[in-house]
Structure formats: C-alpha cells, structure tokens
C-alpha cells in the first residue's frame, strides 16, 4: 500500500506544483498589496460596518441572484456553472479575507492547489457517480413506498425566501445527525478526518472533503429529503444558499454576525467545530443552520470569547497532506494512527 501511495503521490505532485508556482504565486503578490489597506482600516468604523454588513448582504443577494436566474430559466446546478459560481466567490472573497483577516496564521496558502484538486475530484465523483446513483435510489424508493407521500406537506402558500429557509433546515436536520454520526463513530471519522485535517480556515476548504463521505449520505438522508417535494426553484436557490453559507462558515474574514451565529453555521461557531480539542470540536455540527445544535444540546459558543486559530486533527502531525495522500488516507487510518502514537510518545514534532 505504501509503495502504490507513494507511486501515485508522484505522479501528482507536478499538478500540486504547477497550482503553487503559476496560479497560486502571482494572485499571492496581488493580494499581498491589500494589507497596507487592512492596516489602514484598523479600528474604523468603516472596518466595523463592512464586518457587520457583508454576511447579511451576501445572503440577501445571493437569495436575490438566485431567484432571478431562476426567472431566466436556470433550475440546474451544472459543472460549468459551480465552477463560474466558485471563481466569482473567490474573486471576491480572498481579497476580503486579506482585507478583514481573522487570523494571519490562516493566510498561508500553501495547502491551496490540494483543496483544488480535491474540489475536481469530488465534483467529478459527485456529478458522475453520486448524483445518478442517489437519482436512481430515490426515485426507486419512492416508487416503491409511495409516490404521494409527502406531495401535500410543502408549505408553499409561504413567501418563496421563506420556503428557502425552511428547505434548507430540513436538509440540514438529517445532515446534522449524519456529521455528528461521523464524529462519534470512529470508523466514520476515518472519512470525515480528511475535512477536519486543515490547519487554517478560509473561503475555499469547505470544498475539502473525501469523496466516499458523500456516497453513504445519499442513503441516509437523500431518501427521507425525496418525500420533501419541494419546487425546483426552491431547490436551486438552497443550493446556491448553501454554497454561499459554504463560503462564509470556513471564511478567514472576521466578520460579525450578532444574531445570526444563533441561526445560521457561521464562522464563528464553525472555527469552534474545527478545534484540536476534542470538546470543542464535538460541537456545532450544523452545516447551513445552528439550531439543530441548540435544540440537541450539542452547541459550543461561549458567551465572551472568541475561537483560537489553532486548529486541525489532534496528536496526529503525521496526517497526510497531499491529494493522493488524503484520498488514501481513510484507507491507511490504522497505520496513520499508530505511527501518529509512536511520534507522541517520542514527545511529537
Ligand atoms: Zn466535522
Ligand atoms: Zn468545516
């Protein structure tokens, strides 16, 4: 196994350099030119009100964007179109994130061009794999049970923001169990690690994940969701919704949300979930809503404290950092763990 990791590892690393030195280092000098302003800025009330605004108008916007693509005909979340979706979101994220840093530790971008290669690895196996398997489950199952289940329960006499929210909490009550089922269970964890073993937050590794983590979901949660007949449209706009959260829970900008760390997954409540410590990390399962975690008693915000910025897996400094690394990696726990105890005992690294 190790050979074949190793082999695979080599052939690519030229990708994992080819993203450091060409599209990595010349967006780094461009944003580099942003700190004398994040300086500047510094205890202003101009400081002050952008960290107020910028989440709610993203959301607003985002809603409203969604809405109108809509009304052009978009119902489908295509390939082409994440992608566009996600290069205008970095477009205008990493230079805020430069702008209003949470922490500098987290501006170190070397772990970059895996996460990308992580992001065409999933959405390639999401949209051919996944995505036609869980189809194929959901309509089967709903066949068999009973295609009227359901058909009466959409509140769709609501305002059509409103039904957003009430998609997206629904979605997320069945991901709140799954995620907290992957923290609890060791043999799950083994998958979830892969998104846990960042060590700093920022706009792009929400998409950090292994790809096997999303095959067991569809069986769990996509099939109670199917009886949820939500409208198309409905359904658009909370995907765009949930990506736009996405971006916002694993942001490196220090933004302030008030209110909205008690509804929605926020920065600030998810740097808490992604802590070395055990009790703080067993925390904040919610993806795109919070009040799942308050309801279940799983929340972790301490009134009067801010999260640290020191964050990945615990006592394992040998977790793998590649892309074939991580891939494996759910594959190689064991061996991963056990040399991960010899080097803690030998007094870490
Ligand atoms: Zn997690
Ligand atoms: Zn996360």
């Given at each position: 196994m190790k050979r074949i990791e190793s082999m695979l590892d080599n052939l690519f690393r030229p990708l994992e350099f080819i993203g450091h030195r060409f599209i990595l280092a010349p967006f780094r000098a461009l944003l580099k030119k942003i700190d004398p302003l994040a300086e500047a800025i510094e205890g202003t009330w101009l400081k002050k009100s952008l960290q107020v605004t910028i989440f709610p108008l993203f959301m607003i916007l985002t809603v409203w964007v969604g809405f109108k693509l809509v009304e052009g005909g978009y119902t489908i979340r295509t390939f082409g179109g994440t992608i566009v979706m996600f290069l205008i979101m970095g477009f205008i994220f990493a230079p805020l994130e430069r702008l209003l840093p949470f922490s500098k530790k987290w501006q170190n971008d070397e772990d970059m061009p895996v996460d990308v290669l992580l992001f065409f690895g999933n959405k390639v196996w999401g949209d051919y794999i996944n995505k036609p398997l869980q189809l194929a489950t959901i309509s089967l199952v709903v066949q068999k049970i009973s295609?009227?289940?359901?058909?009466?329960?959409?509140?769709?006499?609501?305002h059509p923001a409103l039904q957003v929210f009430v998609l997206l909490s629904v979605n997320d009550f069945f991901r709140y169990w799954y995620h907290r089922w992957m923290h609890e269970n060791e043999f799950m964890w083994r998958w979830h690690a892969v998104h846990h073993s960042s060590e700093r937050l920022y706009?792009?590794?929400?998409?950090?994940?292994?790809?096997?983590?999303?095959l067991v979901s569809n069986f769990l949660w996509a099939i109670p969701l199917?009886?949820?007949?939500?409208p198309v449209e409905i359904v658009f706009v909370t995907g765009l919704l949930g990506r736009t959260i996405g971006r916002f829970q694993h942001t490196n900008m220090d933004v302030i949300l008030g209110p909205f760390d008690y509804i929605f997954s926020s920065p600030k409540n998810h740097r808490y979930h992604h802590s070395k410590k055990i009790e703080e990390g067993n925390?904040?399962?919610?993806?795109?809503?919070?009040f799942w975690d308050l309801l279940f008693g799983t929340f972790h915000m301490p009134r009067g404290q801010q999260p640290g910025d020191?964050?990945?897996?615990?006592?394992?400094?040998?977790?793998p950092k590649t892309f074939i690394g991580l891939m494996l990696a759910p594959f190689t726990y064991g061996r991963i763990k056990k040399e991960a105890k010899k080097i803690m005992e030998k007094g870490g690294s």
């Open positions: 295609p009227e289940i359901g058909r009466d329960l959409w509140p769709g006499f609501l706009w792009f590794n929400g998409t950090r994940s292994h790809p096997l983590e999303g199917a009886f949820v007949k939500a925390s904040n399962y919610g993806g795109d809503v919070i020191d964050i990945g897996i615990d006592q394992m400094p040998n977790y």
